[in-house]
């Protein structure tokens, strides 16, 4: 009988070594272009998981623990349109990705407050998205790009694009 692996204790800093990309280095990557920010407030947290319902949105220090692919990347907002953010991923394959807008800084997801999106750009509901909705296939080893449309609070119990005036 194979020993358990220790649970990784969890922290903001898991992914982001593997998951920060760096000028000059070759190697699979995602390129995401954030749209439809409701401001430039705050901070955006990108991470990337396997593409199966299961492993979907799960805890990061299980999947890492289990060895299974979890990167992450966090960065303010900043003033520059378009916003984009790039994420080392370990190769070709299916990936699963999530962006926060962390409008205020608390590194959690407030229901009111912020906004996600994800790869794929499902229509949200009161759950989370299925995976194979919210994937990308990336079929190189550079640079692979996509687009996502945050997601705001937009009535009692919805979600969705903000509405352009």
């Known amino acids: 009988m194979a020993a ?78 378009p916003v984009e953010l790039c994420v080392r991923i370990p190769g070709p394959g299916t990936y699963a990705v999530s962006i926060l807008h962390d409008r205020d800084g608390n590194r959690k997801f407030g229901l009111s407050v912020d906004g996600i999106a994800f790869s794929g750009n499902p229509k949200l509901g009161l759950s989370k998205p299925k995976a194979g909705h919210s994937s990308v296939v990336v079929t190189g080893n550079g640079i692979s790009r996509i687009a996502v449309v945050m997601n705001y609070r937009t009535g009692l119990m919805s979600f969705g694009p903000l509405r352009k005036n």
């Open 4 to 81: 358990a692996q220790p649970i990784i204790p969890s922290t903001p800093d898991l992914g982001k070594a593997e998951g920060k990309c760096r000028s000059g280095e070759g190697g699979p990557a995602l390129l995401v272009r954030v749209d439809g920010l409701k401001d430039h407030r705050g901070n955006l947290k990108l991470e990337v998981y396997p593409a199966n319902d299961k492993d979907f949105l799960q805890d990061d220090n299980i999947l890492i623990s289990e060895g299974k692919t979890f990167r992450r990347v966090e960065q303010p907002v900043g003033a520059e349109n």
